[in-house]
């Protein structure tokens, strides 16, 4: 059938990804630039992307945490339901409030689902928020000495790819982290090592965030949302390793060594 699986955020970080593993399916890519556009916070827009689907590949922006997510969540699925959708898969954040009800929502939906509930992205660093800063020497930000098993997503997209594409996955929620916790200092180390760059981290309280970020000319608004992001997410709850990808797909998660090598050029 045409175009049986959507992938949200089909050009983003984990979509691409996906999106190149199920190549030979038929997939349709949707963001808000693609040929059937996509918005979130457009939901005029969701019935046509949904239209002749089969399954959907959902990662929400801003980020699943940020107030009123669950509620366009829910709504989605009721779209997704209306329109003749069997199977969801959700990528989630850790121990995130709103992120816990979009994953219920999925849950509760009477759809197959799978959700893939996540650690930080070790390509924030690379492909991601992060980037700017690594190129600029200093990672500064509101979390301390906070450690956190990054996650390479190549691990994420390993099994979203296999939850589209086979029925081993369904029913299953995974938590999945990298296999070893760093602080962001020990991050800014290693990729300072690989990349020949000097790149050091700055923990910073919210104040002096707010300041550094305004320097760069950040929305007022993006500042916001991710001070409470960091704020609820890298307060310690999540400074623990966890074995999702392990369970899902018979491995180890990658390490964050690995990581920092392959990507080393996007630090050049
Ligand atoms: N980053 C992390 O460390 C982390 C950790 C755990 C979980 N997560 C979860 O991961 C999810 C994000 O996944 P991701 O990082 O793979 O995606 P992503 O890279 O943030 O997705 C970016 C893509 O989304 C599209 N987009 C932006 N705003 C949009 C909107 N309003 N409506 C529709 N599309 C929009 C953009 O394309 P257009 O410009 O064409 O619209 C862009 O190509 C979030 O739900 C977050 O909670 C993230």
């Known amino acids: 059938m045409e175009n049986n699986t959507l992938i949200l955020g089909g050009k983003g970080k984990t979509g691409r990804r996906v999106a190149d593993r199920l190549q030979g399916m038929p997939v349709r890519i949707a963001s808000r630039s693609a040929q059937i556009p996509f918005d979130w916070e457009n939901p005029d827009t969701w019935e046509a992307a949904v239209e002749g689907i089969q399954q959907v590949y959902i990662t929400y922006q801003p980020d699943l945490a940020v107030p009123g997510a669950a509620d366009s969540i829910r709504a989605f699925v009721d779209v997704a339901v209306r329109s003749g959708v069997r199977r969801l898969v959700l990528l989630s954040g850790r121990r995130e409030e709103q ?14 689902w799978t959700i893939v509930t996540s ?17 600029g020497g200093a990672i500064a930000l509101p979390a301390g000495m906070v450690a956190e098993p990054f996650i390479d997503i190549d691990d994420i997209a390993d ?22 916790l760093l602080t962001f200092a020990d991050a800014a180390a290693e990729i300072a090592e ?19 970020m305004a320097k760069y000319g950040v929305p007022e608004e993006e500042t916001e949302m991710l001070i409470a992001l960091f704020g609820e997410i890298l307060d310690g709850r999540n400074a623990l390793v966890a074995d999702g990808v392990q369970q899902a797909l018979g491995r180890p998660a990658r390490d964050f060594s690995d990581y920092a090598r392959d990507a080393a050029a996007a630090w050049k």
Not at 198 to 203: H, L, S, T
């Open 159 to 180: 099994i979203v790819a296999e939850a589209l594409s086979t029925d081993k996955h369904v029913g299953k929620h995974y938590e999945v982290t990298g296999p070893r």
């Open 99 to 112: 992120a816990q009800l979009s994953e219920q929502i999925v849950k509760d939906s009477g759809l197959e």
């Open 119 to 135: 650690s930080f992205f070790a390509q924030n660093f690379s492909e991601g928020v992060m980037l700017p800063a690594v190129l």
């Open 194 to 212: 690989v990349s020949g760059r000097e790149v050091a981290y700055y923990p910073m309280t919210p104040d002096e965030y707010r300041a550094e």
